[in-house]
């Protein structure tokens, strides 16, 4: 049987997780697998990604974009049914413009609304979905 309280907290920390390593981690093959189930679908306002093959380089493809990022999200609300849940929580992301002939743009800051799906594996917990819904935006994306 599933305690619902402590599968709370597993899956709001997979979206904590998730934010910091976008952050501050290395992206590889093992932050995917302790994150995503295999059929993970990731959605943002400008692409979409399906399955765990292929999203660390999606991710690394979309930070490359950035000299650096900051991502803020509110605790999660966490409904769990059974060996599935679903999360909500709102983002604020911040992504500083690499350095081009000695000039910085302002950065792009945005609010976003967060949803998503997990699923409980022979791994425990893993994001099933996670799509990010733009709320706000001041700034500039990239070029």
């Known amino acids: ?27 590889d093959d093992e932050w995917a697998n302790g994150l995503f189930a295999d059929d993970v679908v990731i959605e943002f306002p400008i692409s979409r990604h399906i399955g765990i093959g292929g999203l660390v380089e999606y991710h690394q493809r979309a930070l490359a974009m950035w000299a650096r990022t900051h991502h803020l999200n509110t605790p999660s609300i966490v409904n769990v049914t059974g060996e599935r849940a679903s999360l909500r929580a709102n983002m604020t992301s911040v ?42 935006k001041t700034g500039n994306p990239p070029d």
């Open 1 to 27: 049987m599933v305690n619902v309280r402590q599968s709370n907290g597993e899956i709001s920390e997979l979206l904590d997780r998730y934010v910091l390593g976008l952050d501050y981690d290395k992206l």
């Open 95 to 136: 992504h500083v413009h690499h350095e081009r002939e000695g000039e910085t743009r302002p950065h792009y800051v945005s609010g976003t609304y967060v949803t998503g799906d997990a699923v409980l594996t022979e791994r425990g917990w893993r994001l099933s979905r996670l799509s990010f819904d733009l709320i706000w």
